[in-house]
C-alpha cells in the first residue's frame, strides 16, 4: 500500500514540475515582443539593432528638424549630443512635444531611419525619462532644470 502512494505521489509532483516548466515557457513566448529595450542615438549608430528588433529611442528632438509632412508623417531628428537619428512618425503627436524636448519613441530601425509606433513626450518642465537623463550626461550635454 506504501508503495502505490509513493508512486501517486512521485507522479503529482513531476506533473506539477512539468505543468511549471509549461507555463514558464509559455510566459516567455508571449512576452518577447513586450520586452522593448532602450538605446540612445549613440549606441544606435555604434551599433545598429536588426530590422525586425523593436526597441526604445531618446534622446533630444534636434531643433530644426521637425519637418511635418502630408497628412499625420511628421520627420525629425533625434539626438543625445552625439549622434543623430532620423526618425519618422505618422499619428498624431503628444501636445508637449517640440523641438530640444526630450523623447522617447518605440519602433524600428529601416534603412537608417527609426520608424515610430509611438512617441512620447516630456509631460513637464522637470521630467525627463532616466534613460534619456543617462544617455544625455553620458554625452556631456546634460542640464538639470535648475541650471546645474
Do not use: W
Amino acid at each position: 500500500m506504501k508503495s502505490l502512494k509513493k508512486k501517486r505521489r512521485i507522479q503529482v509532483i513531476a506533473i506539477a514540475a512539468v505543468a511549471l516548466i509549461a507555463s514558464t515557457a509559455l510566459i516567455g513566448y508571449a512576452m518577447r515582443d513586450g520586452i522593448n529595450f532602450f538605446h540612445s542615438p549613440s549606441q544606435i549608430v555604434a551599433e545598429p539593432p536588426k530590422s525586425t528588433e523593436v526597441f526604445r529611442i531618446g534622446g533630444l528632438v534636434e531643433e530644426g528638424s521637425l519637418v511635418r509632412g502630408d497628412g499625420e508623417t511628421v520627420r525629425f531628428n533625434v539626438t543625445d549630443g552625439g549622434a543623430v537619428v532620423p526618425v519618422t512618425y505618422t499619428g498624431i503627436l503628444p501636445d508637449l512635444f517640440e523641438e530640444n524636448q526630450g523623447m522617447v519613441g518605440t519602433g524600428t530601425l529601416e534603412n537608417g531611419v527609426f520608424k515610430a509606433r509611438e512617441i512620447l513626450a516630456k509631460h513637464d518642465e522637470n521630467y525627463m525619462p532616466k534613460e534619456v537623463i543617462d544617455a544625455l550626461k553620458e554625452q556631456g550635454v546634460y542640464q538639470a532644470p535648475d541650471g546645474s
